[in-house]
């Protein structure tokens, strides 16, 4: 269970969040879409612990983040914080580099081998397992980073912006299913932040939509349909709730004629 | 050096013959010491106090006895520690990566696994320090090896007392630099000067208590000199011995510890500046 309580941020004089408050049960998907620029990342980033907010705080299964090193260090080992910029050891290989994020967490060593071979399996790396992580093409590190968000088995997941970084059709597919197959057990809860509608869609229990700092929806994309008057994938829905506009735009753009 | 001083210090006095062993002796506990220390044993630091105390009483013939005792003690001490050999201490890899500023694991892997940052248990590591050099410089200014150690001072107490506060002061700003260093590489504050000028809260009690120790280590060493000279009257020698304590303890000791305030601290974690690679390929 993750609650987000009356979180005000700012970067420098500009506020990014604006008294958010949220409630995740746990086992719950829940994805964070809106305009770049909205706070998706930064709210993001205080529920995973990199930033601290300006006013109000994160409750992750009872515990406050931050408020003392116990809770602080109980709550980092049931979560998992992937950010969209990663950064990687460069002259570590993926085979020597995710077994050594799994022992950050106390994962038992021969499950995290095995492990680590079923990842570089699942995201095509087999090739480039000895290789330093310097010599991968960005979709190659993102796969890696993937790999040790994944391998760190927390049952709380925080990512921003997964599905981008290069990574290849069958990447995305790949990563899609796991966390699909993540999604269906009732103890992994999910936060992701995603620009990407249609990668959302049959993942996430529910979408917030962030707009001006304020998460100004959170529901089901059946909820959100009856909230927009619009029946439809939920690129339709999305446009209707984020920027209605925007058809008009287009329009407009083309002189008039719709393309 | 040291056994150069006390061999010199040695054939100046005219003294007992047990006194050139007593100082082969003393260059093998120094080493010793070194060696506890860099193993992470407090042993390190119990030697280096036990060694102030040989210095304290040379050249009498009682240092003998004294080197004895702590050779036979620091030989049992070789022992316990090679009993544990390897030290639980951090590669070399790590320890460098760390002081270049880049996780070895990666960021944020590192930075915000359960397994990071640690309060030390040696809670009162800064005033063993700051005690050991206090008492390493009364003992050689007021101790058998006076002459050789300020050779040229014709008397120690007649340094100028005014540059003391500043020479302690320097000293405390130097600590306070490497303390910020410590808690601040890697996490900047939250809530930036724009924002708190934005915000009207200029004090940000979550972050601004790294501060506390730092401010408190210039001040101090600066004003903590200048009393105990002036209105207390205190020897030089226990002034700058007492400011040594005095300075460690606060930026050493001092709450709240690194560990704690990078677990709780309104700070950010922010991203290497450089080294690693990011996800990107133009990183």
Redesign the interface.
């Known amino acids: 269970m993750i609650d987000v309580v009356n979180v005000t941020h700012h970067y420098g004089v500009r506020p990014v969040l604006r008294d958010v408050s949220l409630h995740i049960d746990r086992g719950e998907v829940v994805a964070l879409m809106g305009p770049n620029g909205m706070g998706k990342s930064t709210l993001l980033g205080i529920m995973a612990g990199i930033l601290a907010p300006y006013r109000g705080h994160v409750e992750i299964h009872g515990r406050r983040r931050r408020r003392t090193p116990e809770e602080e260090l109980a709550i980092r080992q049931e979560v998992v914080y992937l950010p969209a910029e990663a950064w990687l050891p460069k002259g570590r290989t993926p085979r020597e580099w995710l077994p050594a994020v799994g022992r950050l967490w106390g994962i038992d060593d021969e499950r995290l081998f095995e492990h680590t071979e079923r990842l570089l399996n699942l995201f095509d790396l087999e090739k480039e397992a000895d290789s330093p992580i310097e010599s991968l093409s960005g979709g190659q590190r993102k796969k890696v980073a993937l790999g040790a968000a994944l391998i760190v088995e927390a049952p709380v997941m925080f990512l921003d912006e997964p599905f981008s970084g290069g990574l290849d059709p069958s990447g995305i597919a790949a990563l899609r299913k796991v966390l699909q197959s993540l999604a269906a057990r009732d103890d992994i809860t999910i936060v992701m932040a995603t620009p990407v509608p249609e990668l959302v869609e049959g993942l996430a229990d529910r979408i917030a939509i962030i707009l001006d700092g304020r998460v100004t929806v959170c529901d089901t994309l059946d909820g959100l349909r009856r909230i927009a008057g619009v029946e439809g994938p939920l690129e339709m829905v999305y446009e209707r709730l984020v920027s209605p506009e925007s058809s008009r735009k287009i329009e407009s753009y083309f002189g008039g004629k719709q393309p | 050096m040291w056994i150069g001083l006390l061999t010199l210090a040695t054939a100046l006095h005219g003294g007992s013959p047990a006194l050139s062993p007593s100082a082969a002796a003393f260059g093998y506990l120094l080493a010793s010491a070194g060696t506890f220390g860099a193993m992470g044993r407090s042993s390190g630091i119990l030697l280096f106090y036990l060694l102030g105390a040989l210095v304290w009483v040379w050249p009498d013939p009682r240092v003998f006895v004294g080197a004895v005792i702590l050779v036979a003690y620091a030989a049992v001490e070789h022992r316990r520690a090679l009993a544990k050999f390897p030290p639980a201490t951090r590669s070399i890899d790590s320890l460098v990566?760390a002081a270049a500023g880049?996780?070895?694991?990666?960021?944020?892997?590192?930075v915000?696994?359960?397994?990071?940052p640690r309060?030390p248990k040696r809670r009162l590591r800064g005033l063993a320090i700051g005690g050991l050099i206090g008492g390493w410089i009364y003992a050689g200014a007021n101790g058998g090896i006076a002459d050789i150690m300020f050779k040229g001072v014709e008397d120690f107490e007649l340094l100028p007392s005014h540059s003391v506060p500043v020479a302690m002061g320097v000293i405390g700003l130097i600590l306070a630099v490497q303390r910020l260093g410590r808690f601040c590489a890697g996490y900047p504050w939250?809530?930036?000067l724009?924002?708190r000028?934005?915000?009207g809260?200029w004090i940000d009690a979550?972050?601004d208590v790294v501060f506390v120790a730092p401010f408190v280590s210039v001040v101090g060493g600066t004003a903590l000199p200048w009393v105990l000279r002036e209105p207390l009257n205190f020897s030089l020698s226990a002034t700058i011995a007492l400011t040594f304590v005095f300075l460690f303890w606060v930026s050493e000791d001092w709450g709240p510890t690194s560990?704690?305030w990078h677990?709780?601290?309104?700070?950010?974690?922010a991203?290497?500046m450089a080294?690693?690679?990011?996800?990107?390929?133009?990183?």
């Open positions: 990566m880049r996780p070895a694991m990666g960021w944020p892997f590192e915000l696994s359960p397994t990071g309060a939250s809530l930036g724009l924002g000028y934005g915000t809260r979550s972050y560990a704690d677990l709780t601290g309104g700070h950010r974690i991203p290497p080294g690693g690679v990011g996800v990107s390929v133009k990183a």
